[in-house]
Nanobody, 122 residues
Framework: VQLQASGGGLVRAGGSLRLSCAAS????????MGWFRQAPGKEREFVTA????????LYADSVKGRFTISRDNAKNTVYLQMNSLKPEDTAVYYCAATRIIITTRFVDYGYWGQGTQVTVSS
């Protein structure tokens, strides 16, 4: 399966962005989808995840209440709505797919997109 992330950009603190991740290929085998991010000099960290049905979601404490993950299975696309952005949200955001129903673990994701840069200015 191939993943293509888009929607990143430069935004001021307090602003919003919506990221998209389009999946193609053997989409029938995808179960959970997730978003991770990596800031300069830091390890890649979990942001949020959603199950195939969309009925279950998980969020990192740092984004809970500000970010919302959703998916449109008819379009094979997952979205990340990011509100009330903070400078510490600045990172490259990666979408990923897993055969596990839903998980926060980096090692459980076998498919990764190329990443999209999000920069939040203060």
């Amino acid at each position: 399966v191939q993943l293509q992330a888009s929607g990143g950009g430069l935004v001021r603190a307090g602003g919003s962005l919506r990221l998209s991740c389009a999946a193609s290929g053997r989409t029938f085998s995808i179960y959970g989808m997730g978003w991770f991010r990596q800031a300069p000099g830091k390890e890649r960290e979990f942001v949020t995840a959603i199950s195939w049905s969309g009925g279950s979601t998980l969020y990192a404490d740092s984004v809970k209440g500000r970010f919302t993950i959703s998916r449109d299975n008819a379009k094979n696309t997952v979205y990340l709505q990011m509100n009330s952005l903070k400078p510490e949200d600045t990172a490259v955001y990666y979408c990923a797919a897993t055969r596990i129903i839903i998980t926060t673990r980096f090692v459980d994701y076998g498919y990764w997109g190329q990443g999209t840069q999000v920069t939040v200015s203060s």
